[in-house]
């Protein structure tokens, strides 16, 4: 049985799409304008899913710090997520989700981090090196670049060419999806696009294990390919 929203001030938008052409368009926007009518708390509708929107310091507190253990990540994000990230360390509640932290640990420890430090420190380094003032700068189309390389790096070893490229692509066509209006997988849409990158990021990322335990690098996926639970 769905919960009963409506004793909450607010509206359900538009018929099926409710708020979601808003969220999309302008999510900061969108939240400040529901601030100034209904204040904290309001009734939402995104892409057909019913719920209740909640704003400021005090609710989000009340949210984020969940001490009661009663709101589930995996029935607000799954929506979103099932087909482009199943399964993400995001969607995992309570005792699964505190399970699946402790494995990854072993990636965050102090060793692990100055790894990653070293290989950011040379990447900039190296990129910068090559920025010169005797030929036209766009500034956040490099920077981007920068950032995107280095993202590429940190999480699998991977820097400038065509392999980080494919990585960069993947993961962005997928993220792409978890927005996406239509949410049917017709061949050519973004939606369709997401899932496919997104399958194809996974088998990229299995095909690496192999050789990430063979001959482990400085990167993240080096460290979680080593990463153990409790028992072992």
């Not at 001030?9 to 304008?33: E, S, Y």
């Not at 399964?87 to 989700?97: I, K, P, R, T, Y």
């Not at 899932?195 to 993240?220: C, F, N, T, W």
Request: one cysteine or more; aromatic letters at 10%.
């Amino acid at each position: 049985m769905k919960p009963d929203l409506s004793r909450f001030p607010g509206d359900n938008g538009f018929p099926l799409i409710g708020h979601t052409l808003a969220f999309v368009k302008n999510p900061r926007a969108m939240a400040a304008d529901r601030y100034r009518r209904y204040g904290e708390v309001s009734r939402i509708n995104i892409a057909g899913n019913k719920g209740v929107l909640l704003l400021g310091p005090d609710a989000n507190e009340f949210l984020t710090m969940d001490r009661d253990k009663v709101f589930s990540s995996r029935a607000a994000y799954e929506p979103f997520l099932k087909d482009t990230f199943p399964d993400a360390l995001g969607l995992f509640d309570f005792e699964e989700h505190a399970h699946q932290r402790r494995i990854m640990q072993s990636a965050f420890k102090k060793d692990a981090m100055l790894d990653y430090l070293s290989l950011l420190q040379q990447s900039a380094a190296d990129a910068i090196a090559g920025w010169t003032v005797t030929t036209p700068f766009r500034f956040a189309p490099q920077v981007k670049l920068l950032l995107f390389n280095q993202a590429a790096l940190l999480f699998m070893g991977e820097s400038q060419g065509d392999e980080a490229a494919r990585l960069i692509n993947h993961y962005t066509q997928a993220a792409a999806g978890t927005v996406a209006l239509i949410r049917l997988l017709i061949p050519g849409t973004k939606y369709w696009k997401a899932v496919r990158s997104s399958l194809l990021l996974r088998q990229m990322l299995r095909e690496k294990i192999p050789g990430k335990r063979a001959d482990p690098g400085k990167d993240l996926f080096s460290h979680l390919c080593f990463a153990r639970s409790e028992d072992g």
